[in-house]
Nanobody, 122 residues
Framework: VQLQASGGGLVQAGGSLRLSCAAS??????MGWFRQAPGKGRRIVAA????????YYTDSVKGRFTISRDNAKNTLYLQMNSLKPEDTAVYYC??????????????????WGQGTLVTVSS
């Protein structure tokens, strides 16, 4: 089982990036994106259930980020618009075998990607 995150980079404030996470080895239920800024803990950004019908966002990204998945391609996405310097972090994709009642804790995810760095300059 492998999760391969990509799409990070350097962007100016107000710009956009699209992260992708290609999954292989099995299908997944709930999937999510986490981020870890320098000197801070890993925090959830957004999550999506296996059916792709239900999504969750942390308050700071609501209205700016969109999580989606293509189950046929076994790929997770995070469209990030109106980026701010405080969005600078390493972004990780995460997945679990089935859906979860509570999606906020990193501990419920069984599989993790390697991380992709997003840097937003002011």
């Amino acid at each position: 089982v492998q999760l391969q995150a990509s799409g990070g980079g350097l962007v100016q404030a107000g710009g956009s990036l699209r992260l992708s996470c290609a999954a292989s080895g099995r299908t997944f239920g709930t999937m999510g994106w986490f981020r870890q800024a320098p000197g801070k803990g890993r925090r959830i950004v957004a999550a999506i259930r296996g059916s792709a019908e239900i999504t969750y966002y942390t308050d700071s990204v609501k209205g700016r980020f969109t999580i989606s998945r293509d189950n046929a391609k076994n790929t997770l996405y995070l469209q990030m618009n109106s980026l701010k310097p405080e969005d600078t972090a390493v972004y990780y994709c995460a997945a679990r075998a089935g859906d979860a009642v509570s999606i906020w804790s990193a501990s419920i995810y069984n599989y993790w990607g390697q991380g992709t760095l997003v840097t937003v300059s002011s």
